[in-house]
């Protein structure tokens, strides 16, 4: 495979055509080797327009959506920021390349050290892996809440707004995937609690959320 090859046409095909033009955030995403954080099997498709399956459920999401979610941050160089599932790394590398720090929740311990391990490879110094719960360190009256200021969550929860809005500070704002399967909306929540959509797309559930009842009359 041509893997520069392949990289190019990513961004070039798949990213920029989601109106993703930022020339930072194009700069960050072709500065990191995506094939270095895709599980080996799947390293063929690396650069294909798909969700790659990593472990238990857990995905990569697309490459145009991971982009346009980043984009949409809108991060400056003195940001810290919160992600939540960290997965194999790939977007929290995306990030620190945009931002002053990244914490990074992963609850599951084989997939955090293939994180840490998969970053400390690419020479990311600036992103903590942090193996937890998102759901017990965002809790209610958390010591860590207002302490960023973006929060990207790469899983989907039936409510972003709700669940994460009190990690980041008043002018924060959050990117995630909420809603119920079928369909489901990539958002923005920001601090002044409005709510807009930026695109469907459907994405696995994070560990441990909760889901809202739904009535039917």
């Known amino acids: 495979m041509d ?20 020339t930072n955030v194009l700069q960050a995403i072709d500065g990191i080797a995506r094939e270095h954080f895709v599980p080996a099997p799947y390293r063929d498709v690396a650069f294909a327009d798909m969700q790659i ?5 857990q995905v990569m999401l697309e490459p145009k959506v991971i982009a346009r979610m980043i984009d949409t941050l809108a991060l400056t160089a003195d940001h810290e920021v919160l992600e939540i599932g960290t997965g194999t790394g790939y977007s929290t590398a995306v990030l620190a390349s ?9 609850i599951d311990p084989d997939v955090a050290a293939l994180a840490r391990n998969n970053l400390a490879e690419a020479g990311i110094r600036n992103a903590e892996v942090v193996e937890n719960d998102c759901f017990a360190y965002c809790r209610v009256g958390s010591e860590n809440a207002g302490q960023f200021d ?8 039936p409510e972003l707004g ?3 809005l009190p990690m980041v500070c008043e002018s924060g704002r959050i990117v995630g995937i909420q809603g119920h399967d ?7 929540c920001r601090g002044d609690d409005s709510v807009t959509n930026l695109f ?9 959320a909760r889901e809202s009842a739904i009535f039917e009359f």
């Open 150 to 157: 973006r929060a990207l969550v790469t899983g989907s929860v």
């Open 200 to 208: 469907e797309t459907v994405a696995p559930r994070l560990y441990n």
């Open 162 to 164: 709700p669940l994460f």
């Open 53 to 57: 399956p990593i472990s238990d459920g």
């Open 98 to 106: 945009l931002c002053r720090r990244v914490v990074s929740l992963e």
């Open 3 to 22: 893997i520069r090859g392949a990289q190019i046409n990513m961004i070039g095909q798949q990213i920029r055509s989601w109106n993703v033009l930022d």
């Open 182 to 188: 079928p369909v489901m909306h990539a958002v923005i």
